[in-house]
């Protein structure tokens, strides 16, 4: 399970990644090497540039057997490659070294990639990486990228490039954006645990097995022959941290999260679902299912890319919705397209007693805070209204010139919110809404 020390900042990132002597002595050619002067570098075409390093170079590898090339720009050699091979024991000798690119960044550190013929080993896997220039098809110059690999290897070679591009991910706080499908991406920070999620004990566990238990265990959903996906909707009331779990999956695992806007169309909705498979393990969620699905979203749609011909592979899906009832059978009743469903309500006198302690606790006793989250249960307060009641409260107490609130303070603002409440329906408050 990823850890958030495991993420760094751009800053340091660049610190690793920079220009150092230690990175450019491990790019130094190796003395063996013997070009086959017959035939000279072609500086033109591309495709002869490939058939050139497969010619020159493809003798080093062990298992020249079905060699194939590959044009691809997954892999640069670069700091961060070469960081990301000393943690993982892998080896890259330079076989061809054609230049050195360099550039300073944002954060005054050098940063850089070389070019030439490369070869990349572990104790299990080696394939040919190579980036050269050439002239492209406007007489321009271009860098372009390929991998040579033998048939036996291939597979090794996608296992590794996958492998490096989830470790740049997870290391990159810069990375760490909701993708808003027709709108525009939100930044977020995982600062949210499950230690800070305002949940009945079983729910919160159960939720948060859920999620673990589907992240790791992909082979089982392979070797069975089942698509890995699972699907969760949260229902119940505005305001009681359906959002909050959203927000804690995001902070917690190495899960790449995918939204739509409020009002997005049919189109959105398929392009959040390729979106999200493409960039899996992934978070698809929807807030207010039930709003959208009355609004803008055609249901039929709706399910048949929940259902999908293709096989849905690392998603996990999460809708919310303030009325399940508003949500027909054919969303609710079936497993595989929600396969768990959970009312988050609003706090019993348990809970709410808990959370008014997190705020309350310093200035008020006890019995008062039992006596206040007595009034929340029967009121039936969301956490919403109970974190306005002590944002409202201490806002009293400074017009006041006091350092936090009294007692009566505190009772004349829960007077307040229950009449806010009631007059406007309950919906007076929800920070439902992930940014609020």
Request: hydrophobic share 40%.
């Amino acid at each position: 399970m990823i850890k958030k020390q495991d993420f760094v900042s751009p800053s340091d990132l660049e610190k690793q990644e920079h220009l150092s002597i230690d990175w450019l002595s491990k790019l130094h050619p190796r003395d063996d090497i013997k070009l086959i002067e017959s035939f000279p570098r072609p500086l033109i075409s591309f495709i002869e540039l490939m058939n050139w390093g497969k010619f020159q170079f493809s003798q080093y590898l062990q298992d020249q057997t079905n060699l194939n090339k590959f044009v691809h720009n997954r892999i640069i050699v670069d700091g961060q490659f070469m960081k990301f091979c000393e943690e993982n024991k892998i080896t890259v000798e330079v076989l061809y070294k054609d230049a050195l690119i360099s550039w300073k960044t944002d954060h005054d550190f050098e940063k850089f990639f070389a070019q030439g013929i490369f070869l990349i080993k572990t104790k299990e896997l080696e394939f040919l990486h190579g980036a050269l220039f050439h002239k492209g098809s406007s007489f321009e110059d271009e860098i372009s990228f390929f991998v040579i690999v033998s048939e036996k290897n291939y597979e090794g070679y996608v296992a590794l490039r996958n492998q490096f591009d989830k470790w740049v991910s997870t290391r990159d706080r810069s990375n760490l954006h909701i993708r808003v499908v027709e709108g525009n991406d939100i930044p977020y920070t995982k600062d949210h645990t499950w230690d800070d999620l305002f949940l009945p004990p079983e729910t919160k566990s159960e939720i948060q097995h859920l999620v673990e238990n589907f992240l790791s265990s992909q082979d089982f959903y392979f070797q069975n022959k089942i698509p890995w996906k699972r699907g969760i909707l949260l229902y119940g009331p505005a305001g009681n941290g359906k959002s909050s779990i959203i927000r804690t999956i995001i902070s917690e695992y190495n899960i790449k999260p995918v939204t739509i806007v409020a009002n997005a169309n049919d189109d959105a909705v398929r392009e959040a679902f390729f979106y999200a498979e493409e960039h899996s393990p992934s978070l698809l969620y929807f807030e207010d299912l039930d709003s959208l699905l009355e609004r803008s979203l055609d249901p039929s749609t709706f399910l048949n890319l929940l259902d999908g011909i293709s096989a849905k592979n690392g998603l996990l899906v999460i809708a919310t919705a303030n009325e399940i009832k508003k949500l027909k059978s054919n969303i609710t009743q079936r497993p595989s397209r929600f396969d768990r469903k959970f009312e988050i309500t609003a706090p019993d006198f348990k809970m709410a007693y808990i959370y008014l302690k997190k705020w309350f606790d310093s200035f008020l006793s006890t019995k008062e805070i039992k006596e206040l989250a007595k009034s929340a249960n029967k009121e039936k307060l969301s956490y919403a209204y109970l974190k306005e009641l002590y944002i409202s409260s201490m806002f009293e107490a400074l017009s006041n010139d006091r350092k936090s609130p009294t007692f009566a303070d505190i009772g004349n603002m829960l007077k307040r919110l229950i009449k806010d409440k009631n007059v406007l329906g309950g919906n007076a408050i929800s920070t439902d809404k992930y940014f609020s």
